[in-house]
Each structure stands twice: as C-alpha cells, then as structure tokens.
C-alpha cells in the first residue's frame, strides 16, 4: 500500500521543512520557549486565525472558526527541546550550546503549523472549530498542566496529539485503544543508619546493607505483585551514600521511577513500596524516609477519538496504521486526555537512511526522517476534513 500525502501538504512541504530546521537550529528549553512561541503566534495571525500568546505561561493557542454548530476539535503541538548538547553535524544543527530538539517537538510544531496553512483554506467548508495547541515544557515540568488552567480546553470537545517515533520506520503510524504511555512517577528513599568502624559492625546500622535488601525486594513489586499481562516497572536509578572502603555507612539515599498504565497499578505500586520499606526499616531497626512523587499520568486514547484517528490516518499510510512499538515513557498529553475524549499517536520517523536508522529519541545526534513531516500533516488535516467537512 503506498503513502498518499495530501496534495496540499505536498504543496508547502518545503515550508513545513524549513519551519522545522529553524525551530532545530534554534532549540529552547522548557517554558523558555520565547522564540518558538513568537514563530508560531505570527504563523497563526498571518492565517488570520483567533490567537491568545502567553497561554500557559508561553504557549500559544490560535482558533480557526468554521460554520455551523459542528464540535470544536483541539489538535496538539510541543516546542520544548532537551538539556543536550547537539553532535550532530547537520546544517540546521543547534546554534544554542547544550540545548537540542532530540524527541522531535521541532517536528511536531511544523507539522501542525503546516495543518493550519492548509485548513485555512477550508474554513467556509468547516462544520465546527479547530483548535491548535502549542504548548512549552512537555519534557518534564507538565506545560499541559499550566496550558488547561489557563483555559485551552474550554469549549474543545476531543484533542489529538501527534509524536515522531523513531522507533518505528517512515510510513508507519502507531496508534491503539486505551493506555499508549504509561504513568511516570519519580520517589527518593533515604536510608538513615549508624555508621561505624569498618572491622567493628557490632552497634552499627549499615545503611548500604540495608538498601541492598531494600532494592531487591522492590523488584519483588513488579515480579509478583503486579499481574504480569499488565506492564509495570519499578527502577532505582541512583544510589548516593558512604564514605570509605573501612567506614560503615550511615546515610544512603536511593531515587527511581515507577511506571505503570493504569491507576490500579499506580497505586499498588506506592502501596506496596511503602510496606516493604516499613517491613526493612523494622527488620534491620532503621530509618528510612520515603518520598512518592506522582509524575504524568497514563496516556489513555478513548475508544471513539481512536477510531475517528485510524478512520483518517487509514487513508494516509493505508493498513501500516495500528500497533504502536509502545513505551513506557510518559507523555503530559495526559493531562488533556484525562479532562476530554483524545487521542495520541505515533509517526514513524526512522530515517530512511539506514546508518540513521537506530538513531532513539534523547540522543544527541538525533534525527528524523523528515518526509514524516509530510504524513503527520497530511493526518491533521485528513482528520479535520473527515469530522469537521465530510460528517454534516
Ligand atoms: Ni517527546
């Protein structure tokens, strides 16, 4: 089955290319997205759509308002990029040192600005609102969070979200029913012992024994707690403590992440952390704090805004839509999801090129193919014309 791109995306790919390479040389990080923000808001008011700047301390939301009493129908850009430094050596490579768009978000904010110059064009055909989206600080600090409580949803009735996905080939889309990314919690436990001679345990609290056993047994949460059809993982990703080869150790402080797909899951996870780390506390008389930071919650896509998707991206990349090469990774795409009927999904990226090929996300000489450009725009407005245009 080939890729049919829309013939009017095909008409401005140069420029939705080029709107990428600049947002590429010109990474920024978190809410600091002043100059992606300003790029996007001239883009929209040269459209002449309805633009609010500042949304969400810097996102940008701008409204095409279509005929008729049809839905208003959100659709879904990030434009923060990564603490990396860029090694790539590409002519758009980062001109700002340590700061590079290595997850796509680049991307993601040209695709959707190339949707909105073509479905300006149908604005005397719509039946209903569109709703762009862009938002900052996807990575991390929750700009969803800060976008929906300075209204962006008010009057949306369902949201889709896009995201390159290098670990899938160009012509793919990754989509399913029902939870897509997982919840990303973060926790630190620290271990308070009585430290001591080397050669001399007796009267000591080893805080390093204590956090062996300790993170053994919380891999007992996912390997016998947690159904196994239901994936979960439980990571300590750093263990800080001691002070020398003879010196026993009296502090050890350990942090991780949960991950999990469901709210059962999330909270069984938290619960069982907590006996478990009592449980040790009292074996070997220790004090452990424990901190549970909830971080995003699980992507989930609703069962019909699913469909509605598949419908439309069907007719783009034909039956290579479907299974996505799912992750664990969290997404603040949630947030939108948990408060409307949404829908996220996937574009293959993998560059064509196969010395590219394995290039993940977060690496810092990330790539995509940009040819994927052109079929997450072509979704966009394939969506919109099958909702808004072709369902009276
Ligand atoms: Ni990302």
Redesign the pocket.
């Known amino acids: 089955m080939k890729i049919s791109i829309r013939s009017e995306v095909k008409d401005i790919a140069e420029e939705i290319i080029a709107i990428r390479r600049d947002i590429h040389k010109h990474p920024e990080l978190g809410f600091e997205v002043h100059r992606t923000a300003e790029l996007v808001s001239n883009h929209l008011k040269k459209l002449g759509f309805n633009v609010s700047d500042g949304i969400g301390k810097t996102g940008v939301v701008g409204d095409l308002i279509g005929h008729g009493s049809g839905p208003t129908i959100g659709l879904r850009a ?1 434009m923060d990029a990564l603490p990396i430094q860029e090694t790539s050596d590409l002519l758009y490579s980062s001109v700002n040192d340590g700061i590079m768009h290595a ?3 680049d991307g993601h904010t040209a695709m959707l600005l190339g949707a909105a110059t073509v479905l300006k064009q149908f604005q005397n055909q719509l039946n209903g609102n569109v709703r762009f989206i862009f938002q900052p600080a ?1 990575e991390g600090d929750g700009g969803a969070r800060y976008m929906i409580e300075d209204g962006c949803l008010e009057s949306v009735d369902e949201i889709f979200g896009i ?1 390159l996905w290098n670990y899938q080939p160009y012509g793919e889309v990754g989509v399913k029913e029902g939870p897509i990314l997982a919840a990303a919690d973060f926790f630190d436990i620290t271990i308070k012992g009585i430290g001591g001679h080397g050669a001399a345990p007796q009267g000591t609290i080893d805080a390093v024994l204590v956090s062996a056993h300790l993170i053994t047994a919380l891999q007992s949460i996912v390997s016998r707690n947690t159904n196994p059809l239901e994936s979960t993982v439980v990571t300590i990703g750093q263990i800080n403590g001691g002070h020398n080869f003879n010196v026993i150790a009296d502090k050890i402080v350990l942090k991780g992440t949960a991950r999990s797909y469901s709210k059962e899951n999330r909270q069984l996870i938290q619960d069982r952390m907590e006996e478990i780390i009592s449980g040790i506390a009292k074996t070997f008389s220790a004090e452990i704090d424990f901190n549970y930071s909830e971080g995003y919650p699980p992507t989930v896509n609703n069962e019909i805004s699913y469909q509605k998707l598949m419908l439309s991206a069907k007719k783009i990349v034909g039956d290579k839509c479907g299974f996505p090469y799912l992750s664990m990774g969290g997404e603040d795409f949630s947030y939108y999801a948990e408060k409307i009927p949404g829908c996220f999904f996937f574009v293959g990226s993998a560059p064509s090129d196969k010395k590219l090929r394995s290039v993940p ?1 977060h690496c810092s000489h990330f790539d995509i193919d940009e040819n994927a450009l052109l079929i997450g725009s072509s979704i966009f407005v394939q969506l919109i014309e099958d909702q808004l245009i072709n369902i009276r």
């Open positions: 990030d997850c796509g978000h996807e995201h996300h």
